[in-house]
């Protein structure tokens, strides 16, 4: 009997695992010794990244997805039934169809989703680019700005880091290129008390949004939202009146975790080196999912990836142990709609971002088109 | 009897501890605890500071090698 793998996601995490597992074990995949099987919400792959550029008609929204099956090994059978409960001890799989899957070893990369209703009034008054349906609004909301107050909201806990300032540059040289910087004024929230949560990120953003006159509000959780009167207001106590308003909105794991009591908040707890689930030995934990305090990016989820598909290439092939996490991230950051740089780091190296360059943003316009290389396992 | 989550931030340099607390402060009850232990210095100074902003409590930090633990109690 070969032992069956089951990804639980069909997000980035468990696409590159999905397609490294057949490329590391395409032996046993052919003998049967292995299996691999995914369950997904969804027959198309989406490249969440590239939300950020739609609200400045910098992708077309076709560019954004891809069939998950063509983008999947054709060895992985994949099945569009999502997973409504997750049993850890009876290591068993139930689907929303009712159908159940058996594994040796489980993967769980079953991402975020955002969270703007937990916030009062946010769903209503906010504008933001984290899914297609938001990111079509925010680009017709662009559309028709005239000029006024922004005032670009983050809130916590958020996916990737860095968007919130990438979307805050790009706004400003949007306003500037239709010529409406003039007569409007930008404001970035920041929930702690510098303006990114990596120090030495922070240190470049502030001289960079004083030279644009970007205004900016830190120490600011939001705690809720008039969309009639145009105001939000933190839980530290201030008001800000706003024409538009973009948020990057909280996030939560997804609800099959917490159906299935695996993890508060939806996030799983983690081994931050080994990826397994605390308290299991078959079932490791990729991407947004994990309750490891560092970024909920797709760099994580593809170093993470990397990691469990050697492990389990080894667990599988020689039975010992390959390899631990050693906490790396690599970010873009685009600086502007020309310019970017880029951060990384793992949990012994601090970041420390270089001066940003066109080369750069154009490496970053480049990876946006590389990105189904990695999805593929190739990258 | 209050509850205590424990966060294990030494060399989370992104999103932080600071974010982590304010992330997990979402999921506990009032009167509920978090220990977040730190590699870095700043959260030492931050925490407490965003604590008497907002209106959580600052129940301690200790010091350690090359870490400190910072305590918070959920007040609202």
């Known amino acids: ?379 | 009897m209050s509850n205590r989550t424990q966060i294990d931030a030494r060399g989370a340099f992104c999103p932080g501890p600071l974010m982590e607390v304010i992330a997990t402060l979402k999921l506990i009850e009032i009167g509920d605890e978090i220990e977040v232990m730190s590699t870095d210095q700043g959260t030492v100074k931050d925490l407490p500071e965003w604590c008497a902003k907002v209106g959580h409590e600052h129940v301690e930090t200790v010091q350690h090698d090359g870490y400190a633990s910072l305590v918070v109690r959920k007040s609202k």
């Open chain 1, 1 to 379: 009997m070969g032992k069956k793998i089951l990804i639980v996601g069909g997000g980035l995490a468990g696409t590159i695992i999905a397609n490294g597992l057949c490329r590391q074990m395409s032996k046993q995949l052919k003998t049967g010794d292995v299996s691999v099987t995914m369950l997904g919400t969804s027959d198309q792959h989406l490249y969440q990244p590239g939300l950020l550029y739609v609200p400045f008609g910098k992708f077309r929204e076709a560019e954004l997805f891809r069939d998950q099956r063509k983008v999947l090994d054709n060895r992985v059978p994949y099945f569009v039934d999502p997973a409504s409960n997750i049993d850890v001890d009876g290591k068993i799989v139930t689907t929303e169809s009712g159908k159940t899957h058996s594994y040796d070893y489980l993967v769980i990369a079953t991402g975020s989703r955002i969270m703007p209703q937990t916030i009062p009034g946010m769903a209503e008054g906010a504008h933001w680019f984290y899914d297609l349906d938001g990111a079509r609004k925010m680009r017709e909301a662009l559309d028709n700005f005239e000029g006024g107050k922004i005032i670009v909201n983050v809130n916590a806990p958020h996916k990737c880091p860095v968007a919130p300032l990438e979307v805050t540059f790009m706004l400003y040289d949007y306003l500037t290129e239709k010529g409406l910087m003039d007569k409007s004024e930008i404001t970035y929230t920041y929930p702690i008390g510098r303006l990114h949560a990596l120090e030495p990120v922070a240190h470049w953003a502030q001289p960079e949004m004083d030279k644009y006159g970007i205004k900016y509000e830190t120490f600011f959780n939001t705690k809720e939202v008039d969309p009639g009167a145009k105001t939000i207001t933190s839980e530290e106590g201030e008001t800000l009146n706003y024409d538009l308003l973009v948020t990057i909105p909280p996030h939560q794991g997804a609800q099959v975790i917490l159906d299935s009591d695996l993890g508060a908040g939806g996030w799983v707890p983690t081994d931050r080196n080994k990826l397994l689930r605390e308290g299991s030995d078959d079932v490791f934990i990729c991407g947004d999912t994990t309750n490891i305090p560092i970024s909920k990016a797709g760099s994580t989820a593809h170093f993470e990836a990397d990691t469990i598909i050697d492990n389990l290439t080894s667990l599988l092939t020689e039975e010992r142990w390959a390899r631990n996490y050693d906490g790396k991230v690599f970010c873009f950051v685009e600086t502007g709609m020309n310019s970017g740089t880029y951060v990384w780091f793992d949990y012994k190296t601090p970041p420390n971002p270089g001066a940003p360059s066109q080369m750069i943003h154009w490496f970053k316009l480049a990876y946006n088109r590389l990105y189904w290389l990695s999805a593929s396992g190739l990258l």
